[in-house]
């Protein structure tokens, strides 16, 4: 199963919310005339499974070898030295600067089996909070998922986390069974306090969790969705909300991706293909790129524009006719957690020269993508591909630049017309250039370290990633 976007940054294995990431990934290179040779069999393959420290350790190096994009900078360290197999993993990523003189590898990551499958699920058992700090550094909430312990205790976006509490667990993000928080909170951040206790519990995300029409201030109606996870599924809620912008003829679309983290590449294909026209039909959206072990793979290893569906998740079957909005320009609202696979939606479509007009903070910056590996209760994703738009172009490990700068702004409910993100979007809509910087959002501090001794972990640090198609729809 194959995997591109972000990850946990190297060496940091923080607080975990589950978020499926993109997919992407190859097939095996075709040979001329008749069955294509069988590929070799990996050395990997004789050492899964191994299940002592040395055997761990050897499965690690020896497939880091075999499918690293960066496997020959791998540094010389003494496995011997190791009694954290996860720690060996971490010393072996390429630290290295690339030609934006950034850290080749931060994404690579790995996890127990248990948080993978919900990364690809977008189920978890959680408290269904997402936390941001705001411009003055107080932990506020960001998003709530619907129906959960936080939905049901009554937070909501823009609340305030005043103080810590207890806990059984170091994290806001357990997936376990028994976890519970007790801590002070206020609705707004000069409100009334009281004190909440949270039981996990599981939680199903909702990738696309709304979709409305919104109108600028000029009287222009335009799209709004809210579009958070390429997860398992996102694509069959995608069709539906095309199809709705569709049947209202609307002519402007705002897709607000600020927490989409990434998940699979082939819904990040298949929303690009409805985003733009038939005239698209067939162009390049994705090819991957492989470190030279592998280049056999690459040229069954593209995702193009398409007007049917390649993929079924389970409503809308395989040729299923996309809907198509044909737009002329797409406004994406994004942030630092703008990431991987959403990353690709940018990329892919400009690569077509559709107009793709940011608004908010610079994005994420991972053109690279992994495949799931499995081994003695282990998930591990090393970065395996870069990808690249129809113009062969990937290099943006800096992330996409907005084209209007503006904060989140946790004053507001997501989709209102006042809240910052999207004013800032509708301005642009109306007027053809950013709104000025006095307008009433501010720019939040560039700073998203730990809130002081307000929690007991980070509050948002999660694995961003790229993947192929799961296992079976």
Aim: glycine share 12%; charged share 15%.
């Amino acid at each position: 199963m194959g995997w591109m976007g972000g990850g946990i940054k190297k060496c940091s294995l923080l607080a975990w919310v589950t978020v499926a990431l993109a997919a992407c990934g190859g097939g095996g290179g075709g040979g001329g005339g008749g069955a294509p040779p069988a590929p070799p069999t990996p050395a990997s393959r004789a050492l899964e499974n191994i299940c002592t420290a040395t055997g761990e350790e050897n499965f690690i190096r020896t497939y880091m070898g075999e499918n690293y994009l960066w496997y020959g900078e791998i540094p010389t360290i003494d496995a011997s030295l190791y009694t954290s197999v996860t720690s060996y993993f971490y010393d072996l990523l390429v630290d290295t600067a690339d030609s934006n003189g950034l850290p080749k590898d931060q994404f690579s990551f790995v996890v127990d089996t248990v948080n993978a499958d919900s990364l690809s699920t977008g189920v978890n058992v959680g408290y269904g909070v997402q936390w941001e700090l705001d411009e003055l550094e107080r932990l506020r909430v960001a998003f709530v998922a619907a129906g959960s312990p936080a939905a049901q205790a009554g937070m909501a976006r823009g609340g305030k986390l005043v103080q810590m509490l207890d806990s059984n667990v170091n994290s806001w993000y357990p997936n376990v069974a028994g976890a519970w928080r007790q801590f002070l909170y206020s609705d707004t951040p000069d409100g009334i306090v009281r004190s909440i206790t949270l039981f996990a519990s599981t939680v199903q995300e909702n990738p696309v969790p709304l979709v409305s029409t919104v109108t600028t201030p000029q009287g222009t109606q335009a799209g709004y969705l809210l579009f958070n996870d390429h997860s398992a599924g996102a694509q069959d809620k995608l069709i539906t909300a095309v199809q709705s912008v569709r049947s209202l003829g609307l002519r402007e679309l705002v897709l607000d991706m600020r927490y989409n983290t990434g998940g699979y590449l082939y819904v990040a294909a298949a929303l690009a293909s409805m985003l733009s026209g038939p005239q698209a039909n067939g162009r390049v959206f994705e090819a991957l790129r492989f470190n030279d072990k592998r280049t056999a793979e690459e040229p069954s290893s593209i995702y193009s524009f398409e007007g049917q569906l390649e993929y079924s998740e389970g409503t809308y079957p395989v040729g299923y006719p996309l809907p198509r909005l044909d737009l002329q320009r797409l406004y994406v609202l994004t942030s630092e957690d703008t990431c991987s696979a959403s990353e690709s939606l940018v990329n892919g479509l400009r690569g077509i020269d559709l107009q793709v007009i940011l608004v908010g903070e610079t994005t994420c910056g991972k053109p690279y993508g992994f495949n799931r590996k499995n081994n003695c209760g282990r998930a591990y994703y090393p970065i395996e591909f870069q990808g690249v738009n129809a113009k062969g172009f990937g290099n943006y490990t800096a992330g996409f630049a907005p084209t209007c700068a503006a904060s989140d702004d946790l004053g507001h409910a997501l989709g209102q017309v006042q809240e910052g993100l999207l004013a800032a979007a509708l301005h642009h809509i109306d007027n053809g250039v950013c709104a000025p910087a006095s307008s009433t959002w501010g720019l939040k501090a560039q700073s998203r370290g730990t809130a002081p001794s307000l929690q007991l972990s980070e509050p948002r640090r999660t694995p961003h990633g790229r993947l192929l198609r799961p296992a079976s729809p």
